[in-house]
C-alpha cells in the first residue's frame, strides 16, 4: 500500500481556498504542499497549515514542484495560472467557473488536450452521492426518455453580501455564480443543451446586476425544461438549502430538482422514483421508490478524484476543461438570451386590467 500523500499546492486562500485547506488537512490521500496568495490572508493561512507562503504561484512552483494545484483564486486568473501549471506538467482542480469567458475557457480546453495532464473543473456537486446515484438511475434508462425537467435556485442574499461594489455589477449575479451550479448539474444528468431562452429582472434590489432570471432549456437528447434563480426572495427551494453540503445553510427537508421522462420521474436531493408498477396512465396509482445513499462530503470527494487522477488511478476527469467551457457556455447563453429578450415577434402580450377579475 502507498502511503505517499499527493502533494497538492493551492492558489487562493480566501473563501473557497479555506475549504480546501481544511480537506487537504484532513485527507489521507493528499498533502498541502504550499500556498501562494498575495495578501496578508494569505500569508497568515500559510503559516497556520505550517507550510511554505509564496506571493506568487510561479515561484511556489519554481520552489516546491508540487504534483497538483488547487486553483482557488479570481475567475478571471483561473486560465492562465492553469496553463502555467500544465506546461510544467501539475494537474489542476480548477474553481468554477472555469474561466470568465468562452474564449478563455476555450484556451483551457486546448491546453488539456495538448499537455494530457490531468484537468479537473470544481463543478463539486457532480461528487455528491446523491447526483452519483441520480445519474446511475438515469443512465439505467429507469426514467425512460427524459422530457422535462424543472430546477429551482430560490433564497435570500442578505443585504450585507452587496456591499461589494461587483456584487452588484454585470457579472456578479445569481446566473453565475449560483444558477450555473444547476445548469452543470442539469448538464450531468441530462445532457448537452442546445438553445436556451430566458428573462431576467432587476426590479426587486434595482441593482445593475440580475436578482433573478428565469430560463427555458432544450436538450439535445429532445428534453425540455425551466430553471428559475432567485436571489431575493423568501423560500427554501434550492440544492444548497436541501442537500446538506455545507452546515453553513440551515437544511430544509423540499426538493430543487425535478427530472420527468416517459416512464418514470426522479426529484432531488430526495432521490424519490416515481414509476407505474403496471398499467401507465393517469388513473393508475404511481408508486414512490426512494433511494438512500451514504451522506459524503463532496469537496472530500472531489478531492479524491483530484489524487486518483494524478496518481493515474483515475483516466477520466469527472469534470474536464470541455465540461467546464459547455457549463460556462450554457449559463452565459441565460444572460445573454435575457439581454435579447424579448423580441417584440416572439412575444405575446397579454393584456393587463382589462379582465373583469380584478378586485
Ligand atoms: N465550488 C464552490 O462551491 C465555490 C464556492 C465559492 C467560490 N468558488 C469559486 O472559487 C473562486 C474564488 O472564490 P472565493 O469566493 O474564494 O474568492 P475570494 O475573493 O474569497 O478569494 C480569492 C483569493 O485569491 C487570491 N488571489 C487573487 N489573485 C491571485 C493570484 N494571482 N494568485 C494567488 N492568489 C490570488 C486573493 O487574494 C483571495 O485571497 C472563484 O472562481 C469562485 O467562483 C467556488
Known amino acids: 500500500m502507498n502511503h ?23 485527507s489521507d490521500r493528499a498533502s498541502l504542499a504550499g500556498i501562494a496568495d498575495p495578501t496578508e490572508g494569505g500569508r497568515a493561512a500559510a503559516e497556520a497549515a505550517g507550510v511554505p507562503w509564496f506571493a506568487d504561484h510561479r515561484a511556489l512552483l519554481e520552489a516546491v514542484r508540487p504534483a497538483g494545484a488547487i486553483i482557488a483564486t479570481p475567475n478571471a486568473t483561473h486560465v492562465s495560472i492553469a496553463l502555467d501549471c500544465l506546461s510544467q506538467g501539475v494537474a489542476v482542480l480548477v474553481e468554477k467557473p472555469v474561466a ?46 427524459i422530457v422535462a425537467v424543472n430546477a429551482l435556485a430560490t433564497f435570500l442574499k442578505p443585504d450585507s453580501y452587496f456591499e461589494t461594489s461587483w456584487r452588484r455589477q454585470h457579472g456578479g449575479g445569481p446566473v453565475l455564480i449560483n444558477l450555473i451550479h444547476d445548469i452543470d448539474l442539469l448538464r450531468f444528468l441530462v445532457g448537452e443543451i442546445e438553445s436556451v431562452q430566458a428573462v431576467d429582472s432587476h426590479a426587486t434590489r434595482g441593482f445593475e446586476v440580475e436578482d433573478s432570471a428565469a430560463a427555458v432549456l432544450r436538450f439535445s437528447g429532445g428534453a425540455i425544461g425551466t430553471v428559475i434563480v432567485s436571489d431575493c426572495v423568501t423560500a427554501p427551494w434550492c440544492w444548497d438549502f436541501c442537500a446538506g453540503e455545507s452546515p453553513a445553510y440551515p437544511r430544509q427537508t423540499v426538493q430543487s430538482h425535478f427530472i420527468a421522462g416517459t416512464h418514470g420521474s426522479l426529484s432531488l436531493p430526495d432521490l424519490a422514483l416515481w414509476q407505474y408498477p403496471g398499467e401507465r396512465g393517469w388513473h393508475e396509482e404511481l408508486t414512490r421508490e426512494q433511494s438512500v445513499v451514504h451522506q459524503r462530503d463532496p469537496y472530500e470527494r472531489q478531492l479524491a478524484h483530484f489524487a486518483d487522477l494524478i496518481e493515474g488511478r483515475e483516466t477520466d476527469s469527472l469534470c474536464s476543461a470541455l465540461d467546464g467551457m459547455r457549463t460556462l457556455a450554457a449559463t452565459r447563453a441565460v444572460l445573454e438570451a435575457a439581454a435579447k429578450a424579448p423580441l417584440a415577434s416572439d412575444t405575446l402580450t397579454l393584456p393587463v386590467n382589462e379582465g373583469r377579475n380584478e378586485s
Open 100 to 145: 470568465d469567458t468562452v474564449v478563455d475557457a476555450e484556451r483551457l480546453v486546448a491546453a488539456e488536450a495538448q499537455y494530457r495532464v490531468p484537468v479537473l473543473i470544481g463543478h463539486h456537486r457532480r461528487h455528491n452521492p446523491v447526483i452519483r446515484r441520480a445519474r446511475e438511475i438515469v443512465s439505467a434508462g429507469r426514467l425512460g426518455r
Open 4 to 26: 505517499r500523500k499527493t502533494p497538492i499546492a493551492l492558489f487562493g486562500a480566501g473563501a473557497i481556498g479555506r475549504t480546501h485547506i481544511d480537506r487537504l488537512q484532513r
